[in-house]
């Protein structure tokens, strides 16, 4: 190997390294994505004293992003009371009707407090954003 | 060094390489660029929810969270807390405690027991009302064990079509473990039922923020005295030989085998005799079921109001594949061993079939050992994909009442009661 294909040689061998990993036909490796959004951080051990309380702390909140427009505020502060509002985001994109039989379902079967203006406030925001023609990704 | 390593990664430093790295096949690699600083399609972040079509996945489609005393499940929701167990977990016929899925009904869930205070409450229609401490259930009573599978009654609801508003389960809504306690019936009898009595009714520690005497107050289960499904019934402190956990129903929770989890009340105070049948909004409008065959019915038929409904009880038969689960692919040829669990709240599994030509043809899986009639039962098969290609393998299970696994989906508007076949893609591919 002549001394300029070596300096060629150890360059591209360096070069290689850092750019994330050993390439040959039969394999890729060392590849890195430079974000990691599925982290979650661990808990530490708690301390504990040695009475009969038996103490978990404050379950965490995750609140979800909901989607920006008229009623949305309403949606926050009343079905809120009873439930995260995560229960509006898990649900599958579901049709209007639907989205009304659901908030009648929380003041009747459930007794929520709802005024009628508010209520149908909260069902328009909801067909306009969590219908199957309407629902995005947030 | 993060710059340079990026200046290094783009495409005509990879020319470059590929130019003068003699003897090394860098052409691929330069095509692969643009994935080659993304992250892996493993790691390629799920949809945020799924539908209007059927949920594709095993598991509900919600991020990792973790919460106190539980290694990091999936988020259905926070506030009541209801968390899914990954399918990973079902590898083993016992579910860890801290793996076991959560659902709670109201929002104001016991973040704290003191133990000093707190005493489960016999009461209603008895001789002798009784409030036992902890101790006194771990000290007066003989323990009694019981293997048995506690499984929401919505589980896997988001395979429902139409779909259906509520918890948008995967099938993680399930787990198996053995639970340690005081048989009821030696609690009722120590607290004497008058004759005449109808129900036990049973009551945690959650309360609402809805009005009272709504179901959004109290939740509030009930079961006739004369049931059978009683007699195997416990008030279990141990959960696979540990406390529960608070977020399972930490000091003491209802176990009713074969039966669905709406009945297995948590952090489980207050067992009333009644002298009438439960007549709240927990037994008589939430968690029923059409009185049809498998409980299935239509949205149309539902329009009518005519469907007669029932409370919905037992566990109809189910299984599950578990590995290889599809998120590697297998080398044609080789020798797989396909590994699942199945249960079923009317008796024994006695028969687990696989299937890999779409349900014309079914093999007898090997089953575990026999832990319990309510018990996960592992299961075994030995498979081999002979050529590259997409196999569809399904599972069925039978019971020892003859119940089958149908093919057929059940639809209803609380979406209960899924048992169709499940299925598992699994991709071979090339060996050489």
Known sequence: MSKRSKIIFTTVVIAMALAGGLVFAQMRSG???????????????PVFALDAKYDVGPYPSFVPEL?????????????????????????????????????????????????????????????????PENRKEY | MESIARKLSRRSTLKFLGAAGGGLALASWAQGTRSFAEASDGAKPLESFAGPGANPH???????????????????????????????????IFTPNEAFYVRWHLAEIP????????????EGNVNKPMAFSLSDLMQKFKPASVAAVNQCSGNSRSRLQPRVPGGQW?????????????????????????????????????TGAGPKGMGSNRFLKSLDLTNAALDGTIVAYLMNGEPLPLLNGFPARLVVPGYFATYWTKSLSWIRVLETPDDNFWMKTAYRIPDTPRGTTTPEDMKTGKVKTIPIERMPVRSFLISPDGSSKIPAGLDVTLRG????GYGKVNKVEISDDGGS????????????TYSFRGWQAAWTPKTPGRYSIA??????????QPDEPVWNPGGYLWNKIERQELVAGKAN
Request: hydrophobic share 35%; aromatic share 8%.
């Open chain 1, 31 to 45: 590849s890195y994505g430079s974000t990691n959004s599925t982290s979650i951080g661990q808990g530490a051990t």
């Open chain 1, 67 to 131: 989607a920006e427009g008229d009623g949305r505020q309403e949606v926050q502060s009343f079905c809120f009371t009873c439930h995260s509002t995560r229960y509006i985001t898990m649900q599958p994109p579901l049709p209007g009707a639907i989205w009304e039989a659901e908030v009648n379902k929380m003041m009747k079967a459930y007794g929520a407090p709802i005024p009628e203006a508010t209520a149908k406030k909260i069902t328009a925001y909801l067909q306009e954003h969590y219908a």
């Open chain 2, 58 to 92: 095993w598991n509900s489609v919600g991020p990792y969270v973790t919460e106190p005393q539980k290694a990091p499940l999936i988020l259905l929701t926070d506030r009541p807390v209801q968390l899914e167990t990954p399918r990973h977990y079902f590898h083993t």
């Open chain 2, 111 to 122: 973040n704290s027991v003191d133990l000093a205070e707190w005493k489960l409450r016999v």
């Open chain 2, 170 to 206: 995967g099938n993680g809504a399930m787990g198996n473990a053995i639970w340690t306690g005081v048989r009821l019936r030696e609690l009722l009898d120590a607290a004497g039922v008058k004759s005449g009595s109808a129900q036990v009714q049973v009551e945690g520690l959650d």
């Open chain 2, 341 to 344: 669990i199945a249960f079923s």
């Open chain 2, 361 to 372: 043809t079914w093999k007898a899986a090997e089953l575990g050992e026999d832990r319990g």
């Open chain 2, 395 to 404: 599972v069925r299970a039978t019971d020892e009442k003859g119940n089958v």
